[in-house]
């Protein structure tokens, strides 16, 4: 009986998608692994931040390293400010809540340089809201809480701003001081800590990370495996046929 002959064609051809299957899923199984990593030390500075002590707010001097890419290496830094809240152009920005549909409520405050800084002094229900049953200070303030970047891009299905109406949906502080004529305004927001049970309720900030990063990894390295495999099973195939 004369022996078959391996498939070289067919084997070439399975043993190319094999190595581009395991080189592909096995680099994205490394690229998670980074990005875990990248994860868990992003949380460790974020919750060290929010537990520091506060530090003055930013000025001018800092604005623009604030509104560009590397922004982000300040938000939920602890900050403290001083000035006089300008409740009469406040802004509500719809939001759901454990109260059911509510607004934050994001109010200009002064500071003694003429700058201007929006505070999210927390929620309030859209009854409270809408009725402005409200807790309004007077007189200078100070405000200690943690540095935000502001929302200029919208989600998927979320309503568009509509600044000429006054309807708020994210609070995207570049609309928000525009429409409300502020030409030195900074280009974050602070959300303030809670200071008691009047409305609104600061204290309200999420500070949560969602990190699947490690069950991306092990499927991607999973998936490795199993064209490492399923490419074993056709070379024994080839072998026993032979």
Known sequence: MSQARIRWPSLMIATLIAVIGIAGFTSLGVWQVQRLHWKLDLIERVDARIHAAP??????????????????????????????????????????????PAFWVLT???????????????VVPE??????????????????????????????????NDPEAGTWYRRDVGSITTAKGFD??????????RQGDDWPRGGR?????????????????????????????????ELRRR
């Open 55 to 100: 530090l003055p707010a930013p000025g001018p001097e800092d604005w623009q390293a604030i509104a560009s890419a590397d922004g982000a290496g300040a938000e939920y830094t602890r900050v403290t400010l001083r000035g006089e809240y300008l409740h009469r152009e406040e802004a509500l920005i719809y939001t759901p809540s454990d109260y059911g």
């Open 108 to 122: 200009p405050l002064r500071r003694d340089d003429g700058t201007v800084v929006l505070v999210n002094r927390g």
């Open 127 to 160: 009854a409270e809201g809408r009725a402005g049953d409200l807790l309004r200070p007077e007189g200078e303030v100070t405000v200690t809480g943690l540095l935000r970047l502001s929302e200029d891009h919208r989600w998927l299905f979320a309503r568009k």
């Open 184 to 193: 030195r305004a900074a280009p974050y927001f602070v959300d303030a800590e």
């Open 205 to 237: 900030t999420v500070v949560s990370f969602r990190n699947a990063h490690l069950s991306y990894a092990l499927t991607w390295f999973a998936l490795a495996a199993v064209v490492a495999v399923g490419y074993g099973l056709v070379l024994r195939m």
